[in-house]
């Protein structure tokens, strides 16, 4: 039987293909130029979708793909109803708040956080019953501090380049950050063996790389 799978495509693309390939599936139609969205491997075991990060949590819950994969940063701002099967270890960055450097702490009231991911950042400041107002942005989140748009924001520090260029700085982390594989709940009771085969193969090119 034929999987789907959703692909997060950007920066973590090359990793997932990278990690199919050594698992056995060739996509001969497939190469970083193309503009195609789906895909089949050789032995039409595999039907690839090429998915933006954000939209790879949908995919799965709705069952439009079997399986995904995509970071855990998406998974949990979506709050998505699937089953998280392997920890792949690419991808790997955090998900924290920062601020102005000379900041140092963030305030208790009145604070107004700029991120791409305003549901992680509305369930971290309630845990600690500071209430927040989001401001949802799609990209150039470090700016809105600069600019007075926010007090601090809830973005992904992976080098913390970003953060160090533009005058932030780390105030609490959140979260690790690594790429998932997720799986619809009705498409891993309906095809339990498949699935399984497939984290197993998985799993073996993992314990390989380390
Ligand atoms: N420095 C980083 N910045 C952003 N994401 C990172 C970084 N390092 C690792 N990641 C992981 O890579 C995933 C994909 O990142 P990518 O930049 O391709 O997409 P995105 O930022 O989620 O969406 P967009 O297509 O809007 O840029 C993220 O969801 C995250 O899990
Ligand atoms: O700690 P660093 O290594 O500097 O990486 C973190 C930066 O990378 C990501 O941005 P991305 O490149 O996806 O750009 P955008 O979200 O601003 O579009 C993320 O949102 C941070 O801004």
Sequence with gaps: MMLTIALAKGRTVKDAIQILREVGYEFPDFHEESRKLIFYDEQQQLKMLFVK???????????????GIVGKDHILEAKADVYELLDLKFGKCKISVAGLKDSHSYPMENVTVASKYPTIARQFFMRKNIPIETIKLNGSVELAP?????????????????????????????????????????????????????????????????
């Design 53 to 67: 990060a954000v939209d790879v949590p949908t995919y799965v819950e709705k069952g439009a793909a079997d399986i």
């Design 146 to 210: 600069l600019i007075g748009l926010s007090d601090i924001i809830v973005d992904i520090v992976e080098t913390g380049k970003t953060l160090q260029e533009n005058n932030l700085m780390v105030l609490d982390d959140i979260a690790k950050i690594s790429t998932r594989l997720i799986a619809n709940k009705a498409s891993f009771a309906i095809q339990t063996e498949v699935i399984q085969l497939f984290i197993q193969k998985i799993q073996s090119v993992l314990e390989v790389k380390q």
